[in-house]
């Protein structure tokens, strides 16, 4: 049985632990949304057995057929199939879900959980992100609704998803009140060149005062920011429309990477994690070379240093004009 506060024990120490709620977490995982359903079947067996060598079998698997991604995706039980095929005992792996504010509170948490982990092949999730929404969200039923299902065994720490910044206060300051677990990470888009919301004025507080730890997401642009500045499947969402102002940006990316005598995967990583409130990034391996690659961050970090890493990156911040506060 898994055991809380307590790291799970890779085959090889290369990726680094760091404290996310009530546990010790890998600082490299993997998301999955166009992941599993891009690979053949026996690479990613692969690349979850490698994954758990290398000590960071920490997967974010969301059923992604709510709202605007209801696009019939298989990547969560593909996934599913595959942990299975790799021998990993349940023990062995993290699994973060996502519930979803799309058809909230049309489609409730309940009903979610009880989907994904079907689709999945589990009877809980260890986390769980809750997601995007627009116009007001009713946070104390959220905060609730959170609640049951910690309650009813299905996860037990919890975290947004690229928040409004005044209901992620509201949400923290319920959960308090009520004496409920409240949201310990917040993922949020995270990199080079998108900083405004992780580095701004309202989240950042909040993360240096320890109340929340940072998950970084969406750190390569889907793509771009390991050289492919034309990615042919669905990325994330273009927020404050600089994406071809990072697409521009690539070639500074690849020159720094070289003068570090890294790759830029590895300096995309270790930029995120040389920020001390972040507790891990997730990454959208399809291939073991990609892996290997991404693992090396962390060495990468500890070479040249968190310093020296922002110095040379500090004129990619692309997204100053966006609202910090989640209100784009």
């Known amino acids: 049985m898994f055991v809380e506060n307590k790291p799970l024990v890779p085959q090889e120490e290369t990726v680094r632990y760091r404290r996310l709620g ?8 993997f998301g999955s949304w166009h992941t599993w359903d891009r690979m053949e079947f026996d690479e990613a067996v692969a690349m979850i057995v490698r994954a758990a060598e290398l000590g960071c079998a920490f997967f974010d698997v969301a059923h992604y057929d709510m709202g605007p991604h209801a696009e019939n995706s298989r990547t969560d039980v593909i996934f599913g199939k595959a942990v299975r095929e790799a021998g990993l005992a349940r023990a062995d792996w993290l699994y973060c879900g996502k519930l979803w504010l799309w058809d909230y509170p049309g ?12 689709r999945v092949g589990v009877e809980r999730a260890d986390l769980v992100v809750v997601g995007d929404y627009f116009g007001d969200l009713d946070v ?41 677990v409240p949201p310990a990470f917040a993922q949020l888009k995270y990199g080079l060149v998108r900083r405004s919301m992780a580095e701004g004025g ?14 970084a997401s969406d750190v ?29 940006a690539w070639p500074r990316v690849r020159d720094i990477a070289h003068e570090l005598d890294t790759t830029p995967a590895r300096l995309g990583i ?21 892996l290997e690659d991404n693992a090396g961050a962390a060495e990468l970090l500890e070479r040249v240093g968190a310093e020296r890493i922002r110095e040379l990156t500090g004129d990619l911040w692309l997204d100053r004009e966006v609202a910090a506060d989640g209100t784009w």
């Open 107 to 118: 489609t409730g948490f309940a009903q979610q959980m009880a989907t994904s982990l079907d």
């Open 140 to 180: 104390e039923r959220v905060v609730a609704d959170v609640a049951a299902e910690i309650a009813a065994g299905r996860f037990t720490t919890w975290g947004v998803n690229n928040w409004k910044f005044a209901d992620l206060r509201a949400a923290i300051d319920i959960a308090h009140r009520r004496e409920l």
């Open 270 to 290: 270790a930029f995120c994690l040389a920020n001390p409130a972040t507790a891990n990034v997730l990454v959208g391996a399809s291939r073991l070379a990609q």
């Open 220 to 248: 390569f642009e889907g793509g771009i920011l390991v050289g492919n500045s034309r990615p042919e499947r669905k990325i994330g969402a273009d927020v404050g429309g600089i994406r071809e102002k990072i697409v521009a």
């Open 22 to 29: 009530i546990r010790e977490v890998p600082a490299l995982s």
């Open 202 to 215: 309202y989240y950042k507080p909040v993360f240096d005062s320890g109340e929340l730890v940072l998950q």
